[in-house]
Structures are given as structure tokens and as C-alpha cells.
């Protein structure tokens, strides 16, 4: 388990996408988190964001950024985590694959899921999210 500090949290895909396209707040944000101690994601988060990459140099330039965070791996506690969440909320809400492990990691790790777009995950009452900006 990731050891939490007043100032972690997880940071969800969202954030970092707005921060590789340039937005000032996301960065604002993530240098914010970095000062005060460090950038946690996910591991589903760090591949979504190689998955993303156009070209070379831009590989470069994101391992470049996930080599200064520290990634989350996937637990089997939160696999079953994410298992559950899936099956209770896939239909209602339309939860999917990436955004359940996410979750399951916030929440087995006890820390917030800092995110932009916080109605993904307003349904899940255990996981504390927080929109920074």
C-alpha cells in the first residue's frame, strides 16, 4: 500500500492530458503536488498515456514525465476492487474497464482521486474525488 501524505493523492488520466497539451492549471497543479511531495498515478493511467503518443518524440517526451512520478501498480485487492465496481456499476453508469481500476486503486490505496471530469466517479460513495480545477 502506498504510504498517503496530506498532500497525495492519485492523479487521474484527465489531469495528465491536460498538462501534455499545455493547460496552465493542470500544470499549476501537478508542479503544486510535486513541491509538496510526489506525483502518484496509476499504472493504467501511465499506459494510457503511452498508448497516446503520436509519434517518437512525443514517447520521449512522456516517459520523460512518468519517470518523475511514482506509479501505482495494480494490487489483487484492487483488481477484485475494480471487479466489483464493474459489475455494479457498468450498466447504471457506464463504467469502464480503465476508469474501474483507477478507482479501485484510489480506494485500496486510501488516497483522493484528484480528476477534472468528477461525475465519472460520483456514483462510487467509498472513493474521496477531488477536482483541483
Known amino acids: 500500500m502506498v504510504e498517503p501524505t496530506t498532500s497525495s493523492g492519485l492523479i487521474d488520466t484527465d489531469i495528465l492530458i491536460d498538462f501534455a497539451r ?8 501537478l508542479d503544486s503536488v510535486q513541491q509538496s511531495g510526489n506525483i502518484l498515478i496509476s499504472v493504467i493511467s501511465a499506459m494510457e498515456r503511452l498508448s497516446g503518443c503520436r509519434d517518437s518524440k512525443h514517447l520521449r517526451e512522456t516517459k520523460r514525465f512518468l519517470f518523475q512520478t511514482k506509479i501505482v501498480p495494480i494490487s489483487e485487492d484492487s483488481s477484485r476492487t475494480a471487479y466489483e465496481l464493474i459489475q455494479q456499476f457498468n450498466l447504471s453508469h457506464g463504467l469502464l474497464i480503465p476508469d474501474s481500476l ?19 466517479f460520483q456514483m462510487i460513495s467509498e472513493l474521496n474525488v477531488i477536482q483541483p480545477y
Not at 107 to 120: A, D, G, S
Request: net charge neutral.
Open 102 to 120: 483507477i478507482a479501485a486503486t484510489a480506494i485500496e490505496n486510501q488516497l483522493p482521486l484528484f480528476m477534472r471530469n468528477v461525475k465519472h
Open 22 to 29: 499545455g493547460l496552465p492549471e493542470a500544470g499549476i497543479f
